[in-house]
T-cell receptor, first 112, second 111 residues
């Protein structure tokens, strides 16, 4: 099955730094989603994007739905220790088709 | 809040055993999904269901089957467990295109 290209695979940053990660696809998606997975837990939905060009914020998190509908970006500002985890992007194709295609994840580590 | 629960957090089974992983959601969601998660591979869809007694294959259905006899419950079955099925298994549910809600996962080890 198709998978999304998510980069970087891992990041090591210091507390307070900003973080950027992205996902690209060869196919168009109608919805982009960003999830975070804490160690030993299931992924939790952070942000959902429904329109090309849309920019949405959730606290220190900002995500964008690319104009081409083939990519999406997630930024985290002023990182804190609880931001540690794995971040996944996911794309959804046709409306009414509930299947998601997931990226391979970005593992974020914060260096004290 | 949506709650998706999975029957076990950790499970150890022997090769050849029949394994049942249970998932229950409490929000009356139509759609339920089973994924496996392996390092570097992200989440891969095994099976999903849009309604009771309905199932569709995902991207990696081989070696697995599912059962959905009630709307709130979706079971994943490993008919004869093998070592390459050692993985984290995640269940999810959704109602519309508002995103999927995940359970905490079951880490299965097959010896």
């Amino acid at each position: 099955g198709q998978q999304l290209n998510q980069s970087p695979q891992s990041m090591f940053i210091q507390e307070g730094e900003d973080v950027s990660m992205n996902c690209t696809s060869s196919s168009i998606f109608n919805t982009w989603l960003w999830y975070k997975q804490d160690p030993g837990e299931g992924p939790v939905l952070l942000i959902a994007l429904y329109k090309a060009g849309e920019l949405t914020s959730n606290g220190r998190l900002t995500a964008q739905f690319g104009i081409t509908r083939k990519d999406s970006f997630l930024n985290i500002s002023a990182s804190i220790p609880s931001d540690v985890g794995i971040y996944f992007c996911a794309g959804q194709g046709d409306f009414g088709n509930e299947k998601l295609t997931f990226g391979t994840g970005t593992r974020l580590t914060i260096i004290p | 809040d949506v709650k998706v629960t999975q029957s076990s957090r950790y499970l150890v089974k022997r090769t050849g055993e029949k394994v049942f992983l249970e998932c229950v959601q409490d929000m009356d969601h139509e759609n339920m999904f089973w994924y496996r998660q392996d390092p570097g591979l992200g989440l891969r869809l095994i099976y999903f269901s849009y309604d009771v007694k309905m199932k569709e294959k995902g991207d990696i259905p081989e070696g697995y089957s599912v059962s959905r006899e009630k709307k709130e419950r979706f079971s994943l079955i490993l008919e004869s467990a093998s070592t390459n099925q050692t993985s984290m298994y995640l269940c999810a549910s959704s109602f519309t295109s508002w995103g999927q809600f995940f359970g905490p996962g079951t880490r299965l080890t097959v010896l």
